[in-house]
């Protein structure tokens, strides 16, 4: 069989194996907007690049798809009522086609992953129960459900339900019998003071008390639903090692990136459609690989 030489692969991936490009008979390039020798960022459709991953090639999936809640409502934002639409990206394309979309990716997901991988999922109570039913269709092992509880959550202006003041963040692996990451003791003997709820010395909890992202997290703009850095620095910390291979479909404003970086030696593959967001990340990103160079400098 002859295979097309012009085949090319995101970086970071390895030559390209005989199966790969047999399973592949396409010729396909997709250039990195950003690269370094641990990280590359796609400014694309999450589905286009997943696409071109290996099967069983991802250690660690960090996945908070658009929760479909841009309806024109209303919430409350720094005490002001403001609109709750976030962007053409999380309009919702009605029940079925969203649930059609959610199962196309997470479906990717599980092929790139490693047997012994792990997904997170976050999401509000618009997308979480979709995104969990389709995990347990596709035959992922569900490890466990984080209640991420905002202590500083916004007041609900209507007054006609309890204040929104968590969202969920669905932890499974691919393979119910393959061992997978989790640093326990890390996480038992870790130093947290963001959350007032985790006891020294004492088991992590499924409840983690972490106040959204302060305003230092947001000096190069801010994206609409930025994760705390605090939140995805312990989500790396207790499922991933040294060398592993982070995704993140939906990048936004690269909170997963910016974690595994600071936590150091962990590669990332961060995608987002939007390219606002993607600039935003390179700046987050460029600030810490000039942090370290400066103290590098100092030694
Ligand atoms: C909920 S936000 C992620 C926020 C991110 N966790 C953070 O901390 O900044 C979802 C992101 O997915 C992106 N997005 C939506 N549909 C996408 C798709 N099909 N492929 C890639 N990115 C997509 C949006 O542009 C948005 O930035």
């Not at 934002?77 to 709750?84: L, Q």
């Not at 061992?179 to 003791?185: A, G, M, P, T, W």
């Not at 409840?207 to 930025?226: C, Y």
């Not at 995805?232 to 993140?248: P, Q, W, Y």
Request: negative net charge; contains cysteine; proline residues 6%.
């Amino acid at each position: 069989m002859e295979y097309k030489t012009e085949v090319q692969q995101p970086d970071l991936l390895p030559e390209p194996s005989v199966a790969y490009i047999a399973a592949n008979e396409m010729q396909r390039s997709i250039e990195p907007v950003y690269k370094t020798s641990d990280t590359a960022l796609y400014n694309n459709d999450c589905l286009d690049i997943m696409n071109l991953l290996p099967d069983n090639y991802i250690d660690m999936i960090f996945a908070d798809p658009p929760y479909n809640l841009s309806n024109d409502g209303i919430t409350c934002h720094a005490g002001k009522m403001v609109s709750v639409n976030k962007g053409k990206w999380d309009k919702s394309n009605g029940f079925e086609n969203d649930v059609e979309f959610h199962e196309k990716w997470i479906s990717e997901c599980r092929r790139i992953l490693k047997p012994e991988g792990t997904i997170w999922i976050s999401g509000t109570n618009h997308s979480i129960y979709q995104c969990g039913f389709l995990l347990q269709k596709l035959k992922f092992h569900i490890l466990n459900d984080i209640s991420w509880f905002k202590p500083n959550a916004a007041p609900n202006l209507a007054c006609t339900t309890f204040a929104h003041s968590h969202e969920t963040l669905l932890w499974a692996k691919k393979d119910k019998k393959a061992k997978h990451i989790f640093n326990y003791e890390k996480m038992k003997n870790g130093i947290f003071n963001e959350d007032k709820m985790k006891v020294p010395d004492k088991q992590m909890r499924s409840v983690w008390s972490i106040p959204t992202p302060s305003p230092d997290e947001k000096i190069f703009g801010k994206h609409p639903t930025q994760k705390p850095l605090a939140l995805l620095k312990r989500i790396v910390v207790a499922s991933t090692n040294e060398g592993c291979l982070i995704v993140d479909p939906f990048n936004g404003g690269g909170t997963t990136g910016v974690a595994a970086k600071i936590v150091g030696n962990r590669e990332y593959i961060g995608i987002d459609i939007e390219k606002e967001y993607i600039d935003l990340t390179i700046n987050r990103l460029n600030q810490i690989n000039t942090q370290n160079t400066l103290f590098s400098n100092e030694q």
